[in-house]
Nanobody, 128 residues
Framework: QVQLIESGGGLVQAGGSLRLSCADSGRTATVGGSVVAWFRQAPGKEREFVAGIDRKGTTTDYTDFVKGRFRISRANSEGTVYLQMNSLKPEDTAVYYC???????????????????WGQGAQVTVSE
């Protein structure tokens, strides 16, 4: 069983919006106390960093190709991290993965190796 669960993916037309959610699965309690990041992987491409957020939800980081369109946020009372995706483009089509870093890092890292727990991914498809 995976440690994290992504939800909220689907099919949307270009210019539309989706909100992804990342939450703990099973008996884990990871998201609320961890640095969390979103990665994505499109067919034929390597998995890439999209956005990250610190434990308090005060520090965020975005890759250039989503900055200004995507927003990562926390609902700590629910142990949930969100990725609000606006102005979606066909090139945003990918499987989106949530990842949690349970180390002592205080800011999100951009490399996959920093993250200990992963979800199985949520498909996001943006049509023309």
């Amino acid at each position: 069983q995976v440690q994290l669960i992504e939800s909220g993916g689907g099919l949307v037309q270009a210019g539309g919006s989706l909100r992804l959610s990342c939450a703990d699965s099973g008996r884990t309690a990871t998201v609320g106390g961890s640095v969390v990041a979103w990665f994505r992987q499109a067919p034929g491409k390597e998995r890439e960093f999209v956005a990250g957020i610190d434990r308090k939800g005060t520090t965020t980081d975005y890759t250039d190709f989503v900055k200004g369109r995507f927003r990562i946020s926390r609902a700590n009372s629910e142990g949930t991290v969100y990725l609000q995706m606006n102005s979606l483009k066909p090139e945003d089509t990918a499987v989106y993965y949530c990842a949690a870093d349970r180390s002592l890092r205080i800011a999100p890292a951009r490399h996959q190796g920093a993250y200990d727990y992963w979800g199985q991914g949520a498909q996001v498809t943006v049509s023309e």
